[in-house]
């Protein structure tokens, strides 16, 4: 003879007119009946199902061991299964409870299919009936689907849940169940946990409260996630900008940043320039090295010499190799300007003279020689105009050329101290030198 105990809680009937002042409902819960599962196994699932009716906060579930002795007590014995309506009722009478719940839970294929009914025992009728298919293992269906067939059962709520940014996981009471957006369907009042996920976003962890038998809108907002960044490299000191306009500061430092790609360059007097690209697409912290190679202040200077300013443009002087360029075609426009004058003096000097040498008569001649003195005047003042140009011109190119040598840079120093900051916080800030 097979003893049923109370099996599977029962999730009963409650009626949806019980309110939270109404005392609850007594229920007594046989164990299922077994239909190609063993018998172990339907013990497992009718104690879940007790469990769960339990969590329903809705009924109160009378113990298996209580209802063994109970029956004992009443020298009652199951000699087959009581699934039907009057074995509920005749049991649910002697255990004096207002509920009895029972059923079947079978198997086909991967398929498991459990049945279960509520009896009003003072009237003898079934009161919900309930037939719940479940696809997947036995301990998907002790996990979950036994709380579907509870939920079934008793007043329930369903929730839209949406995120932003969408396509985050969804997960329920710590139960993967969909994707944003995605419904929730046949949810039990009270209090739920709801955690959502997506990569480069902070995880939303909060709990939901449904409190009333109606369709509930969550929507999340999602906070971006940053991760810590280090950029290192050769030389100490170097400056860090990010994306051409972000600076960051300099080799070595520390940044945060959320989900992306980031163009990192990092630059120094008399350095070659360097870059590098870091993907940011998954949580764990990043490193990026960049080293610099030195530039020759050989190069500055021969730079310097075919064309003023280039040497320290070369060195990463940008504002004096500009000051030179500018002097340096200042001082040649003046020299070009200098020998065009000189040219155009020379010029009349060499006609006013070939005037004078072909005067017909003393007066003539005494004439184009005062002419030629003149033009002779003009040419020597144009000739110092152009010597003063010339010595110009190549003082620019002399100098630029030996502040190409002179001026190139140094090695930068970094001197790194902890300052407070307005709060009175500590911060660490860097103070770059160059050494000439």
Same mark, same amino acid.
């Given at each position: 003879?097979?003893?049923?105990?109370?099996?599977?809680?029962?999730?009963?009937?409650?009626?949806?007119?019980?309110?939270?002042?109404?005392?609850?409902?007594?229920?007594?819960?046989?164990?299922?009946?077994?239909?190609?599962?063993?018998?172990?196994?339907?013990?497992?699932?009718?104690?879940?199902?007790?469990?769960?009716?339990?969590?329903?906060?809705?009924?109160?579930?009378?113990?298996?061991?209580?209802?063994?002795?109970?029956?004992?007590?009443?020298?009652?014995?199951?000699?087959?299964?009581?699934?039907?309506?009057?074995?509920?009722?005749?049991?649910?009478?002697?255990?004096?409870?207002?509920?009895?719940?029972?059923?079947?839970?079978?198997?086909?294929?991967?398929?498991?299919?459990?049945?279960?009914?509520?009896?009003?025992?003072?009237?003898?009728?079934?009161?919900?009936?309930?037939?719940?298919?479940?696809?997947?293992?036995?301990?998907?269906?002790?996990?979950?689907?036994?709380?579907?067939?509870?939920?079934?059962?008793?007043?329930?709520?369903?929730?839209?849940?949406?995120?932003?940014?969408?396509?985050?996981?969804?997960?329920?009471?710590?139960?993967?169940?969909?994707?944003?957006?995605?419904?929730?369907?046949?949810?039990?009042?009270?209090?739920?946990?709801?955690?959502?996920?997506?990569?480069?976003?902070?995880? /939303?962890?909060?709990?939901?409260?449904?409190?009333?038998?109606?369709?509930?809108?969550?929507?999340?907002?999602?906070?971006?996630?940053?991760?810590?960044?280090?950029?290192?490299?050769?030389?100490?000191?170097?400056?860090?900008?990010?994306?051409?306009?972000?600076?960051?500061?300099?080799?070595?430092?520390?940044?945060?940043?959320?989900?992306?790609?980031?163009?990192?360059?990092?630059?120094?007097?008399?350095?070659?320039?360097?870059?590098?690209?870091?993907?940011?697409?998954?949580?764990?912290?990043?490193?990026?090295?960049?080293?610099?190679?030195?530039?020759?202040?050989?190069?500055?200077?021969?730079?310097?010499?075919?064309?003023?300013?280039?040497?320290?443009? /070369?060195?990463?002087?940008?504002?004096?190799?500009?000051?030179?360029?500018?002097?340096?075609?200042?001082?040649?426009?003046?020299?070009?300007?200098?020998?065009?004058?000189?040219?155009?003096?020379?010029?009349?000097?060499?006609?006013?003279?070939?005037?004078?040498?072909?005067?017909?008569?003393?007066?003539?001649?005494?004439?184009?020689?005062?002419?030629?003195?003149?033009?002779?005047?003009?040419?020597?003042?144009?000739?110092?105009?152009?010597?003063?140009?010339?010595?110009?011109?190549?003082?620019?190119?002399?100098?630029?050329?030996?502040?190409?040598?002179?001026?190139?840079?140094?090695?930068?120093?970094?001197?790194?101290?902890?300052?407070?900051?307005?709060?009175?916080?500590?911060?660490?800030?860097?103070?770059?030198?160059?050494?000439?």
């Amino acid at each position: 003879m097979t003893k049923y105990r109370i099996l599977i809680p029962v999730l009963l009937l409650l009626l949806p007119a019980l309110s939270r002042g109404q005392e609850k409902t007594a229920v007594a819960v046989l164990q299922f009946e077994p239909r190609n599962i063993s018998q172990a196994e339907a013990v497992i699932l009718s104690d879940r199902l007790r469990a769960e009716l339990v969590n329903t906060r809705h009924f109160n579930v009378l113990e298996r061991e209580q209802m063994d002795k109970i029956l004992r007590e009443q020298k009652f014995q199951l000699t087959g299964a009581c699934s039907d309506a009057s074995c509920l009722v005749q049991v649910g009478q002697l255990m004096a409870v207002s509920k009895m719940m029972g059923g079947t839970i079978s198997k086909i294929g991967n398929t498991y299919t459990v049945q279960a009914r509520v009896i009003d025992v003072e009237k003898g009728v079934i009161e919900t009936e309930v037939s719940q298919d479940f696809t997947g293992t036995i301990e998907d269906l002790q996990q979950w689907g036994m709380k579907k067939v509870v939920w079934k059962m008793v007043p329930s709520a369903s929730l839209f849940v949406s995120s932003i940014p969408g396509d985050a996981e969804i997960y329920w009471d710590l139960r993967k169940v969909g994707r944003t957006d995605f419904k929730i369907e046949n949810e039990g009042l009270g209090s739920h946990r709801l955690i959502i996920k997506k990569p480069g976003y902070e995880d /939303y962890d909060g709990t939901v409260e449904l409190k009333e038998v109606k369709d509930y809108d969550i929507k999340i907002r999602l906070t971006t996630k940053e991760y810590s960044v280090r950029v290192d490299g050769t030389p100490k000191g170097a400056q860090v900008v990010m994306n051409d306009t972000v600076k960051l500061g300099t080799i070595p430092c520390m940044t945060k940043l959320p989900f992306g790609t980031y163009n990192f360059k990092i630059k120094a007097k008399g350095y070659n320039q360097n870059a590098g690209l870091l993907t940011i697409d998954r949580d764990q912290n990043y490193s990026l090295n960049l080293n610099l190679k030195r530039k020759s202040r050989t190069r500055a200077a021969i730079s310097s010499l075919f064309l003023p300013g280039s040497g320290q443009r /070369y060195s990463n002087r940008p504002v004096m190799g500009a000051f030179y360029l500018l002097t340096g075609i200042g001082s040649l426009s003046v020299t070009m300007v200098s020998i065009f004058k000189k040219v155009d003096a020379q010029k009349s000097y060499d006609d006013k003279w070939n005037d004078y040498l072909a005067a017909s008569n003393a007066v003539d001649a005494e004439a184009k020689y005062t002419e030629s003195s003149i033009a002779y005047n003009e040419l020597d003042a144009r000739d110092k105009d152009l010597k003063t140009a010339i010595t110009i011109a190549a003082s620019v190119w002399s100098l630029t050329f030996l502040d190409a040598i002179v001026f190139f840079p140094g090695k930068p120093k970094v001197q790194v101290a902890p300052v407070p900051d307005q709060t009175g916080a500590l911060k660490t800030t860097a103070t770059l030198t160059y050494s000439w």
